[in-house]
């Protein structure tokens, strides 16, 4: 999507993105090796009664859909950040998860006419509609790129 198309109030649904265990442990022993991560058997008897994905990887998650869904051909090209992050329920492997992205603000900046600046709010829910994932984003998009400049 380009930038001239975010417009608040817009919502975007992005989804299906099917969990595997497989991937939930690949990620947690890269990057967030907590046993209630790794360890399948451990996690049965953990506060969650089973294995959970690490927030950070429902982030990957969600920013593979967004990403696939709506900034794929744009003008984006960094994030300042984000206002706030919650993981209200856990992500378990069989999860199928979906996101829902709806746009708060876009505007052009004041200081730089030719930077878009994007605020959205991404939830993401699995298949029984429970939220996973909350967080408001910030997106930068560059208004002065020319189409044959764009990368895909």
């Known amino acids: 999507m380009k930038f001239s198309e975010f417009t608040p109030g817009l919502v975007i649904e992005?989804?299906?993105?099917?969990?595997?265990?497989?991937?939930?442990?690949?990620?947690a022993k890269a990057y967030?090796?907590?046993?209630?991560?790794?360890?399948?058997?451990?996690a049965v008897s953990g506060r969650f009664g089973g294995l959970i994905a690490s927030g950070w990887h429902t982030c990957g998650m969600?920013?593979?859909?967004?990403?696939?869904?709506?900034?794929?051909?744009?003008?984006?090209?960094a994030s300042p950040g984000l206002a706030y992050i919650k993981w209200p329920h856990p992500v378990r492997a069989g999860d199928v998860l979906h996101v829902r992205a709806t746009v708060l603000e876009a505007r052009v900046s004041r200081s730089q006419s030719s930077m878009g600046i994007l605020r959205w709010r991404w939830q993401m829910f699995n298949a029984r509609d429970v939220e996973v994932l909350d967080l408001e984003a910030t997106s930068l998009f560059d208004l002065s790129a020319s189409p044959a400049s764009q990368r895909n």
């Open 32 to 42: 967030d090796p907590q046993w209630f991560h790794t360890d399948p058997q451990a």
């Open 62 to 77: 969600a920013m593979r859909l967004i990403a696939d869904k709506a900034l794929h051909g744009s003008e984006s090209f």
């Open 14 to 27: 992005a989804g299906p993105y099917a969990v595997t265990e497989a991937e939930v442990l690949q990620f």
